[in-house]
């Protein structure tokens, strides 16, 4: 029996890549809060003045190495940083201003690249586990008499995991083929909100548990000098919710989007023209949402683009 001990020491001596950063970030911030009066003019209430120096000490070790050829493993463990700050906002006094402090991320990811058929596709994997402290999330607060405004805010604790799927493949001559699928698992650990409601257990906003998208594009030449393309995409996005209170209301139900393209272009790249539908089903779905119940009695929902038919030129010098 035979060994090849070469092979052996490629995967037990991978690639090590080790970085450090340091960071430190000051702020100067001044707030001056004005009110207009029908005919008094403007009433000055105050002004905020405070400064802020955050300083971390932000890392990464990343393992990866070749078991085979066209085939690649990694690894790593990284930390990330995000600096505080001031919120401005309808603010009546200078108590109501409550700084956030900075974010910080632990980030464990390990993951497979693989060449497929000779080169042909390729297939992308990887799992993710991301733990948070005082992650800065978006949340609703009530400023001086009936308003209310959206700010800044430190979550003690969160969480967020899942995996990424990715496939490519050119299986035809002009044809392109992809398709990604991904899996999250959001929660907030620990946040208890300014108006002392406990919200540790709910999802953070605008997370979907499932997302995916696809693409088929086909290219081949026309004429001389000319090709000619047409292509259709499509993503998915599961349910969503706009607020960290994970109001049924303020929330979005999974939906599709479609796209179409068909195209133009000189073979050197110069120019190119396209036809493109966005939303070919006209798909009605809300893009953000904020609550505004203690402001005007009501919330507010925006909705995402409606179908979209135009026409693109572009030139390249």
Same mark, same amino acid.
């Given at each position: ?39 008094? +003019? ?6 905020? *003045? ?34 505080? +700050? ?5 603010? #009546? ?48 607060? @009530?400023?001086?008499?009936?308003? @209310? ?32 699928? !991904? ?10 909100? *300014?108006? +002392? ?11 979907? *548990? ?23 995409? #499509? ?11 994970? @109001? ?24 190119? !023209? /396209? ?29 995402? /683009?409606?179908?979209?038919? +135009? ?7």
């Amino acid at each position: 029996h035979g060994s090849d001990k070469t092979g052996i020491l490629k995967i037990l001596n991978p690639d090590y890549d080790l970085g450090l950063r340091y960071t430190s970030e000051d702020r100067d911030f001044t707030q001056n809060a004005q009110l207009v009066e029908a005919g008094l +003019g403007v009433i000055p209430l105050f002004t905020f *003045e405070d400064s802020q120096t955050d300083e971390e000490v932000s890392w990464k070790l990343g393992l990866d190495y070749l078991p085979y050829e066209g085939g690649l493993l990694y690894a790593s463990i990284a930390n990330g940083f995000k600096g505080g +700050g001031y919120n401005g906002g309808f603010l #009546f006094d200078p108590s109501e201003q409550k700084p956030y402090d900075p974010e910080t991320v632990t980030a464990y990811e390990v993951g497979l690249k693989t060449d497929i058929a000779d080169g042909l596709a390729r297939l992308n994997a990887a799992v993710f586990y991301n733990d948070y402290q005082d992650m800065q999330i978006f949340t609703i607060v @009530s400023g001086g008499g009936p308003v @209310s405004f959206q700010v800044l805010d430190n979550a003690a604790n969160a969480i967020t995991k899942g995996a990424e799927l990715e496939f490519t493949a050119l299986p035809a001559d002009g044809l392109d083929l992809s398709l990604g699928l !991904a899996y999250l698992d959001t929660e907030l650990k620990e946040y208890t909100s *300014e108006g +002392g409601l406990d919200y540790a257990g709910n999802t953070l906003v605008q997370a979907p *548990e499932w997302s995916a998208n696809g693409l088929v594009r086909y290219q081949r030449p026309l004429f001389e000098g000319l090709l000619g393309s047409a292509q259709l995409d #499509f993503s998915y996005q599961d349910k969503v919710y706009f607020t960290s209170d994970n @109001s049924e209301i303020l929330s979005q139900d999974a939906y599709w989007l479609w796209n179409a393209r068909l195209g133009l272009e000189s073979e050197s790249g110069n120019w190119h !023209a /396209a036809l493109f539908v966005k939303n070919i089903s006209d798909e009605e779905y809300f893009a953000h949402g904020f609550d505004l119940a203690n402001t005007i009695g009501a919330n507010q929902l925006m909705l995402g /683009a409606p179908q979209i038919v +135009g026409v693109e030129v572009g030139v390249r010098y």
